[in-house]
Structure formats: C-alpha cells, structure tokens
C-alpha cells in the first residue's frame, strides 16, 4: 500500500510537470500504466502536429489510431457523448469499460475486431477529463493480463482531477505563448523603435529597429551587459553622462506611478533621436513578464525611439490610395515635403511654375489642408506611420 501511495503522489507530481511543460507526457503515461497494472495509456491532446496521444511514444499502433481507428473507437464515442450531455457529472470520474460499452458491443466492432486484440486494448477503463470537448484517459490490458478491477478505477480516480488541473494549465500556458507571439510580431511590424525596461533599466524586450539602433558604433543610447548585479542581464545605458542622468529619471517616473516623459539623444555624429518614456500598458506588461519569465506584476516602461533629423515621406503610391492624388501630383507632395520650393519642383519635373501650383491647390483640396504647412503637419504624421528599410 505504501509503494502504492508513493506511486500515486509520483505520478501527481509528473502530471503536473508535463501540464507545465517541465515534465515528459510519456513518463506521466509510463507511471500510469506502472499504477494500473496496464499495457498502454490514451490521453490525445492537440499540438503543432495536429492531435496525438501524449502518453504513449510513437508507434505502428499510435499511427493506426490516429488516423482511422481513434474515429472508430466506441470508449471514445461514449465519452464525446457524455461530455456533451452530462459534462459536470462525468468529469473526474473513472468507470471500467463494461460500463462505458456493452461487451457484446465492443466484441462485435470493427474497432475490436481490426484494432483493440492485435494492440492490448481488450480491457479498458475510461476517465474523463476535457474543456471544450471530451479528452479522456483510457488504460487497456490485453487478453493475457485479464481484467481491471473496482481497485483501479478508484485509482485511476484518485488521478483524474490532477490530469483535469493539468490540460487546464496546458492549455492557458499555450494561449499565453500565442498571445506572446502576436505581441513579438506587432511589436516587430511597428516603424519605430520600441523598447521595454523596468525600473533598473534592465531590458526585457526590444524590436529590431531600437536594436539596430542601440548597435550603431555612434549611437547615443546602447546596450551594456552589465547592471546591479554583474552578468543579470543586458541594460540600457547613454554616452552622455547628463542623457544618462535624465534618462533613469524618466524611467523611474514610469515604473513608479509617473507619466515618464521625452528626452532628446543625440549621437556623435550629431543625429538626433527623439525617446519617450512611458508606463507600459497592463496587457503588454504581462505579455512581456511571460516572455522573460518574469513577474507579471513587475512595473515596466515603454520606450519609443525616432530619429529627428531624418524626414521620412509616405509613397507615392500611398497618397494616391489615401487622398485620390493623380500620380502626378502624389510626386509632387513628395517632394514638396522633402523641403523642396514650387520653383524648384517645376524645374526638376521640366513643367510651368503655373502647373505646379495648379497640382499644388488639387493637392490641398484633396487632402483637405487648409495650407501647404497643414498639409506638411499631414504629411510628417504619415512619414511617421512609414515601416523603415530593415
């Protein structure tokens, strides 16, 4: 009884690590079948590969399941049946397999006939576990072993509320590694630079356009592996000692309760980044928490990097999508914003003054400017919206 017991309390302690990702399916099935007396364990989750059985290692048996014989299977039939209709009073519960399928029934079926005697599933005992739909465990002996008894179905019970608890934790583990996926991605898609700190200046994310920045041999902000404790991780640092200064106060304000602020950078060859310092939002707080393994709770600041001195147009193409511009006059108000004179527009296109300013009155009617510097403000927040080349 004791070994029993410590088989059990092992068999728990796995369950969850594999619900966690930190343990092995195949061993919580190995244990499993140990504690039952079993030849094989059913437990068919999906994953990247589609639905598998996770207690069991790949096998000619696990594939003619997967693939013809799981549909077939009249233990799994019964259990998406009483899912379905009795959820609440079927979860957690474990029965021997004459009271899941009459044995007339299952000694009668293709799934016994072509399937269960050749690969040890002649006696059976089910628990039900699931979320949305009927996941359940089935234990099986073949012909040689003979039947289960009312002594394991009480183990097998004493089982399935932890297997319950750990598809639970499978399954919101892998909803967070979506959602931190998503918030890579866009995060990626932005045209700006975008970090996160915390309050050591410690970062714990950042995009390729602040990293590309950061590695500059120029730049005025980089990258320092170093910090409050030596080899901890890689922080945020200034070449200035007076940026550096006002820098850690703005992210102390974030991380604190503050609003941050903005700061000019500027690099030794003299470019201009504008940085602004902000608390970052609840949800990507967390996001970020998952992505390092930190605190969900941990305050963070949001960084946004931009270069001043460097003016970004929209296309062409995205004016004329945007306002209706011909393509004519889409060129136009690109080079009108890259600083360019109406003078000088009409002697690089080869035109009349007079028909310059005639695209430039259709350009402001279009756009609904009330004046050509409205019209730039337009155009400096579009610049802004513009992915740079990676």
């Not at 070994?3 to 099935?29: F, H, K, M, P």
């Not at 991780?233 to 200064?245: H, I, K, P, Q, T």
Request: charged fraction near 25%; charge should be neutral.
């Amino acid at each position: 009884m004791k070994d029993t017991e410590r088989d059990l309390a092992d068999c728990v302690g796995a369950i969850y690590q594999a619900g966690a990702g930190d343990g092995s399916w195949l061993d919580v099935g190995e244990r499993i079948c140990r504690i039952m007396d079993a030849r094989r364990a059913l437990l068919v989750l999906g994953g990247p590969g589609g639905p598998r059985n996770l207690l069991m290692p790949a096998d000619g048996s696990e594939t003619a399941y997967a693939g013809y014989f799981h549909a077939r299977d009249p233990y799994a039939a019964k259990a998406r049946y009483d899912f379905a209709t009795a959820r609440a009073h079927h979860l957690g519960n474990a029965k021997l397999g004459t009271e899941l399928v009459a044995e007339n029934e299952f000694l009668n079926s293709e799934f016994y006939y072509d399937f269960a005697r050749h690969h040890e599933r002649r006696h059976v005992i089910g628990g039900m576990a699931g979320l949305t739909e009927a996941t359940p465990i089935l234990v099986s002996r073949g012909d040689d072993t003979g039947a289960f008894d009312e002594t394991h179905v009480r183990l097998l019970k004493t089982l399935m509320p932890h297997v319950q608890r750990a598809i639970e934790l499978r399954a919101r583990l892998g909803r967070n590694d979506e959602t931190f996926a998503l918030t890579r991605a866009a995060l990626e898609a932005l045209p700006v630079g975008v970090g996160v700190v915390d309050a050591g200046l410690k970062i714990r994310f950042i995009n390729d356009l602040a990293r590309r920045y950061l590695a500059g041999p120029d730049a005025g902000l980089f990258s320092l592996r170093s910090g409050p404790c030596v080899g901890s991780g890689v922080y945020l640092a200034a070449m200035s000692r007076e940026e550096a200064s006002v820098l850690r106060r703005l992210v102390a304000s974030a991380t604190s309760g503050g609003t941050g602020g903005a700061m000019r950078v500027t690099s030794r060859n003299g470019a201009v980044v504008g940085l602004m310092v902000a608390p970052a939002p609840q949800g990507l707080a967390a996001d970020v928490s998952g992505m390092d393994g930190g605190a969900a709770r941990e305050a963070f600041a949001l960084l946004i990097l931009r270069p001043l001195n460097r003016k970004v147009a929209p296309q062409a193409d995205m004016l004329c999508e945007m306002f209706g511009f011909s393509r004519a006059e889409a060129e136009v108000a690109v080079a009108l914003t890259g600083g360019a004179s109406a003078e000088e527009v009409a002697r690089r296109r080869s035109v009349s003054l007079m028909t310059v300013r005639s695209q430039i009155r259709s350009i402001l009617g279009k756009s609904e400017a009330e004046n050509l510097r409205d019209f730039e403000r337009t155009m400096a927040t579009l610049g802004a919206l513009v992915p740079q080349l990676r």
